[in-house]
């Protein structure tokens, strides 16, 4: 009788993972995490009680803490999911409590300045700065989904300072989710998402704003939109506060393509006033091929 060796099982990626932020992507990292095996215990902390509370109760987390610093003590690996306006703030929070050999990612969509701020605040090497290109509207632990990275990009930003096998750490822990993961100089991952994300979401909400000035001036059309609109703007249902922080932390990058949204703006009004048919078919049909190569 030949017996079948069992493969023994690999060991979790992390000892003990700390969440601090257990919104949509702290929670779908944390889910994700518990679904894979990656991490032995998953420990969660947010600034809103009732947000952990639900965290808790959804089992995203298998335990509470009291504060960031109290969730990072004893922890491998920390995630700050926390908006980019937060981050150096709980990253100086955190760092008393960092071990020797922990490490320290964060979530967040702008890096630039402030990596290296927040790269200040923490112990040498610890800190590898992340992205995952994924998302959705709705927020909060009720949203996360530990299939929300399959697929997606997640691009790091590392520096000089950052430690190699911290960096590899953190590699594999997005790979591990799901991921498709690159590295990028965190000044251009500034100008990519300035115009690939920040500025879509800038029109986004533009555009919603005059849909509400046409209703002030007593012309409601919303009631008459279709899936159009509604596809264009979706994004302007995102939390205010996050975008803000997004806005105003890479507005360096931001302002640039912003400007060229306005020039084009411009030429589709010159054209449009002058009754310029051919301009205006050319404005279109250039746009038309340029969103083809996008598939």
């Not at 709980?90 to 320290?104: D, T």
């Amino acid at each position: 009788m030949v017996r079948e060796r069992r493969r023994k099982a690999a060991p979790p990626l992390f000892r003990r993972v700390a969440v601090v932020g257990v919104g949509l992507i702290g929670g779908s990292l944390a889910a994700a995490c518990r679904k894979r095996g990656l991490a032995e215990a998953l420990v969660g902390f947010d600034r809103d009680p009732d947000a952990l509370q639900e965290a808790l109760a959804l089992g995203l987390v298998d335990e509470g803490s009291e504060s960031a610093a109290a969730a990072t003590a004893g922890a491998d690996l920390t995630v700050l999911a926390v908006p980019v306006g937060a981050l150096e703030e709980v990253a100086a929070a955190v760092a008393p409590a960092v071990g020797p050999a922990a490490v320290v990612t964060d979530v967040g969509s702008v890096k630039g300045v402030l990596v290296n701020r927040v790269e200040a605040r923490l112990p040498a090497g610890r800190y590898v700065p992340a992205h995952p290109i994924a998302g959705r509207e709705r927020s909060g632990p009720a949203a996360a989904s530990a299939s929300l990275f399959e697929g997606a990009r997640c691009v790091l930003t590392p520096t000089p300072r950052t430690d190699r096998q911290s960096l590899a750490r953190v590699r594999a822990l997005w790979e591990e989710v799901g991921a498709l993961v690159e590295t990028m100089e965190p000044e251009e991952h500034d100008a990519v998402f300035a115009a690939v994300s920040h500025l879509p979401h800038a029109v986004a909400y533009a555009l919603m704003n005059a849909m509400l000035d046409l209703k002030a001036d007593g012309r409601d059309v919303l009631p008459y939109s279709a899936g159009g609109l509604r596809d264009f703007t979706r994004v302007a249902a995102s939390a205010p506060t996050m975008w803000r922080d997004i806005f105003l932390a890479n507005r360096a990058a931001l302002l640039d393509p912003l400007r060229r949204f306005r020039a084009a703006l411009a030429r589709l009004e010159a054209a449009l006033a002058a009754g310029d048919g051919a301009a205006l078919w050319a404005e279109c049909d250039r746009a038309r091929r340029v969103r083809r190569e996008l598939g």
